[in-house]
């Protein structure tokens, strides 16, 4: 289903619109850190490299959980040649806790490449964005409509809302024709200025007013353009997302002690997620396995180090895409003094409690080394 604007609108109805949504979001836009200049000022030019940065982050993640990282991130790395320069374990670390971590190492592969070919500024030209890892039609079109007022469009789930619910569209437009018709439609609204911020504005309507559930319709600017609210299917369009299928995976942690040291392994860059970051052993339980002989089990097979198991350190739970996981961490000792042995992990350290917060590592993760770190938690049974 290709993209076409009602019969019933004008030239004069589509500029009508785009001044009507500019005008609300010049009233009524969040003031949000990567918005302002790169002096911290609002209102001055957008500086690139912090369009980018939020743009990134934003993928997939809230603004209210993501403006603490940006605001930490851009501190320590402010310009593209800091952050081509930075070590990919303190970039990894800067992001710990947003998840996805792929956008990091993209990002900060990015900023090499950049920073190699173009030593002023991030540049205006969208053959170059679009050869970068990482960078896709939506980062291309948010980077270059905010900070060079290129005109290009954007597609994500708040300005796709907008523009499904405005046109009456009730296929599903996140797929096939459905996703061609979007970013056409993304494209043809665009006006010949203020291109950035009218797609910032699309987005903002989506997420303070035309809301997945109950979007308050006396509220938004387009409420005389919208076809969804004329018959009533705002709750219908878009069409709800099937929510996948749940696998509930049940998973063993050993926290190896050796003294006053614990184990930590790095995994490889080519495992499944979180590539080069840093956690205690772990894997999937076989069945009803005893916690107490899947940590033997596990400790053998990932480092190829004997254990004796001791007390239950806490239970985790988090969601991976589809799966739920339970992992119950186990503390045990080494047995027999034997040398890690590589093999699913690229690399080990024995590091004391206190050293645990300098890696970066999975939230899952993260709350264990917490807890471990915790110098009035209850000492160890064995």
Request: net charge neutral.
């Amino acid at each position: 289903m290709s993209f076409s604007l009602p019969p019933s609108w004008s030239g004069r109805t589509l500029t009508g619109l785009r001044t009507k949504l500019l005008n609300w979001f010049d009233k009524h836009q969040r003031d949000l850190p990567w918005r302002r200049a790169a002096d911290g000022t609002a209102g001055g030019p957008r500086d690139p490299y912090r369009v980018w940065v939020s743009e990134v982050m934003l993928q997939q993640t809230t603004v209210t959980a993501v403006v603490p990282y940006f605001e930490r991130f851009v501190a320590a790395l402010p310009d593209v040649r800091a952050l081509a320069a930075a070590d990919e374990q303190r970039v990894l670390k800067l992001w710990e806790g947003l998840g996805y971590y792929r956008r990091a190492r993209h990002l900060h592969a990015a900023a090499k490449a950049l920073a190699e070919a173009h030593v002023d500024q991030l540049p205006d030209d969208p053959a170059v964005w679009d050869a970068l890892p990482g960078v896709g039609r939506y980062i291309l079109g948010a980077v270059l409509s905010q900070a060079f007022d290129r005109k290009l469009p954007i597609v994500e789930a708040n300005s796709l809302r907008v523009l499904a619910r405005l046109f009456g569209h009730r296929g599903d437009p996140r797929v096939g024709a459905g996703k061609a018709w979007v970013w056409t439609a993304a494209e043809t609204v665009l006006p010949n200025a203020r291109c950035g911020d009218f797609n910032q504005a699309l987005m903002e309507l989506g997420a303070l007013v035309c809301t997945p559930t109950a979007p308050d319709c006396g509220a938004c600017p387009l409420q005389g353009h919208c076809e969804a609210k004329r018959l009533g299917l705002q709750e219908q369009i878009p069409p709800k997302k099937k929510p996948p299928a749940i696998t509930e995976v049940s998973e063993v942690g050993v926290v190896i002690r050796s003294g006053d040291t614990l184990l930590l392994c790095q995994r490889p860059a080519d495992a499944g997620r979180w590539q080069n970051m840093w956690e205690v052993p772990h894997a999937p339980r076989a069945g009803d396995e005893d916690v107490s002989d899947a940590a033997v089990r596990v400790a053998k097979e990932l480092t190829g180090l004997d254990v004796e198991p001791g007390v239950e350190v806490m239970t985790v739970k988090h969601g991976v895409t589809r799966y739920a996981i339970t992992l119950v961490c186990v503390e045990a000792a080494l047995v027999g003094g034997g040398a890690f042995a590589p093999g699913s992990y690229a690399d080990a350290k024995w590091v004391t409690p206190a050293d645990l917060a300098a890696y970066p590592v999975s939230s899952p993760q993260r709350k264990l080394m917490t807890a471990l770190a915790d110098p009035n938690r209850q000492p160890r049974l064995f």
